[in-house]
C-alpha cells in the first residue's frame, strides 16, 4: 500500500514549508523583514518580499535569520522519497510546481512515468493525452489531428495557407499603396502601373489587395474634407470590373452605393451590369425595401433620414444602370417617402413652405395656433435630388426620390409623376412584357 509513503511525504513537505518561509532580517528598531536577500554589500542588502524588493540599511540591521530556500527543502525530502514510489515523485512534482521550481517539477513526474508508465496525473502534467491506449506528447497529438505548428500556435493546414495568403496581400497592399501614389495620379496612369505590376500572376491575391485598398480609399474619401483620390478610385473598379466572384461584386455594390464620387458609383454599376447577375438587382431592390420601412419612416432621427434619402437616391440610381425591370415595384415603393418628424426634436419645417410651382407631390396637415387644422400643399420640388452635403438645417418630412423618378421613366418608357398607383397599375398590366 502506497498511503503511508504518502502520508509521510505529506508530513516532510509541511515541515519543511514552514523552514522555507524566507529568510528573516531582525532590525534594531525591534521590527523585523523577512523574504529572500538578493543581494548584500557592505552598506545596504536587498530582500525580495511577498510585496516586492525591500532595500535596507547594512547600520539598521541587527541580525539576519537564514531559513532554509525551497530548492534546499525540495533536496532534502527527495532524498527521502522512496526510488520505487510513483505516487510519492507525482506528489513531490506538484509541490515543486507551487514553489515554482519547474524543472525539479518535470523532473519529478518524468521520474514517476518511468516507474508507473500509465501514471495519469504525471502524463497530464507533462502534457500528454492517451489515444486509443497509446499516450502521445502533444505535439505528436496535434499532428495525429492534422495540425501543424506556425510560430508558437497549432493551426490547420487551411488556416496555415490563409495566414500565408494574408502575409502576401499585405505585401500586395504596400505595393499598390506605393504605386498610387506616385506621379502622375491620372485614372489612366494609375491603371497601367497597377497592370503592369500584377503582370501575367495569378489574380486572386492582387485582387484582394485592390479591393482591401478601394474599400479604404473610399472611407477616407468620405472623411477627407476635399477628394484628391476619385482618379484613383476609378482606376482600381477599373481594374475589378472584369473580375468574377461573389468578393468582387459585393464591393462593387458598396461602391456604386457608398463612394461620394457619382463617377466612381456608375463605374461600378457599370461593371455590375456586364455581370448580368440577378443578384446585384436584387441587392439595390432590398435596400429601396429597408430604407422604406416604418421603423426608418416613423422612427429615425435627423441623421437617419438623411442617410435615407442619400441611400433611396443612390440605389435608384444603380438600378437604372442595371436596367432591370424587375425592380420597378420597388422602385414605385421608394418614389415618395413621408418620415416621420416628432415636434419634441425641434426639427418641424416652418409653415411658409415654397409654393412656387403649381405640381402637387402631397399634402401636410398642420395645426395653427388657433388650434385649426389646415391642408398645405407640398409642391414636388420640394428636396429633389438634394445633395445630402447640403442638407438644410430645417428639414422637410416629405421626400420625393427623382433618381427613383427618372429610373422608372428610363425603365418603362412612361411617365405618372409621383402617382404611385398609376406606376403600379401600369406594371401590373404589362409587367409580362418587361420581366425575364
Not at 490547420?156 to 495566414?163: F, K, M, N, P, Y
Not at 477628394?227 to 459585393?250: C, F, K, P, S, Y
Request: hydrophobic share 40%.
Amino acid at each position: 500500500m502506497r498511503s503511508q509513503p504518502l502520508i509521510l511525504l505529506g508530513s516532510l513537505l509541511a515541515l519543511a514549508a514552514g523552514r522555507a518561509a524566507g529568510d528573516v532580517v531582525h532590525l534594531r528598531s525591534g521590527g523585523r523583514v523577512e523574504g529572500a536577500i538578493v543581494s548584500r554589500t557592505a552598506t545596504e542588502l536587498v530582500v525580495r518580499t511577498a510585496a516586492g524588493k525591500v532595500t535596507l540599511k547594512a547600520a539598521d540591521v541587527a541580525r539576519i535569520e537564514v531559513k532554509a530556500t525551497p530548492l534546499d527543502v525540495y533536496r532534502e525530502t527527495a532524498a527521502k522519497v522512496k526510488e520505487d514510489d510513483a505516487d510519492g515523485r507525482y506528489k513531490l512534482g506538484l509541490w515543486c510546481q507551487d514553489q515554482k521550481l519547474f524543472r525539479e517539477a518535470r523532473q519529478e513526474f518524468e521520474k514517476a512515468i518511468a516507474l508507473d508508465p500509465n501514471h495519469k496525473g504525471a502524463r497530464a502534467r507533462l502534457g500528454y493525452v492517451q489515444r486509443d491506449g497509446t499516450w502521445l506528447t502533444e505535439a505528436e497529438a496535434k499532428k495525429a489531428d492534422g495540425l501543424v505548428r506556425v510560430g508558437d500556435k497549432w493551426v490547420s493546414e487551411q488556416e496555415r495557407l490563409r495566414g500565408e495568403q494574408r502575409e502576401v496581400i499585405a505585401a500586395w497592399v504596400r505595393r499598390v499603396r506605393q504605386l498610387i501614389a506616385a506621379r502622375p495620379v491620372t485614372e489612366q496612369a494609375v491603371a497601367e502601373r497597377l497592370a503592369e505590376a500584377i503582370g501575367d500572376r495569378p489574380r486572386d491575391l492582387p485582387n484582394a489587395a485592390l479591393r482591401y485598398v478601394l474599400e479604404e480609399m473610399i472611407k477616407e474619401a468620405i472623411e477627407a474634407p476635399r477628394d484628391r483620390t476619385n482618379d484613383v478610385r476609378l482606376a482600381l473598379v477599373g481594374l475589378l470590373a472584369d473580375q468574377r466572384g461573389d468578393e468582387t461584386a459585393d464591393l462593387l455594390r458598396k461602391t456604386a452605393l457608398r463612394d461620394i464620387d457619382g463617377r466612381v458609383r456608375a463605374a461600378a454599376t457599370k461593371a455590375l451590369a456586364a455581370q448580368r447577375d440577378v443578384e446585384n438587382a436584387a441587392y439595390f431592390v432590398g435596400l429601396l425595401h429597408r430604407f422604406t420601412s416604418s421603423r426608418v419612416r416613423l422612427g429615425s432621427d435627423k441623421a437617419g433620414r438623411a442617410t435615407a434619402r442619400r441611400v433611396l437616391r443612390r440605389a435608384s440610381e444603380a438600378l437604372a444602370g442595371l436596367g432591370d425591370a424587375r425592380a420597378v415595384p420597388a422602385l414605385v415603393n421608394a418614389l415618395t417617402v413621408r418620415f416621420q418628424i416628432k415636434e419634441k426634436d425641434d426639427e418641424l419645417p416652418p409653415l411658409n413652405i415654397n409654393l412656387s410651382t403649381n405640381s402637387l407631390a402631397d399634402m401636410a396637415i398642420v395645426t395653427d395656433a388657433m388650434g385649426n387644422q389646415i391642408a398645405v400643399p407640398i409642391t414636388d420640388s420640394t428636396n429633389w435630388g438634394l445633395d445630402p452635403n447640403l442638407e438644410r438645417d430645417t428639414e422637410d418630412p416629405f421626400f420625393f426620390n427623382e433618381a427613383a423618378y427618372n429610373t422608372l421613366r428610363t425603365l418603362t418608357g412612361q411617365d405618372f409623376a409621383h402617382d404611385k398607383r398609376a406606376w403600379l397599375a401600369w406594371w401590373y398590366r404589362n409587367r409580362h412584357n418587361l420581366e425575364e
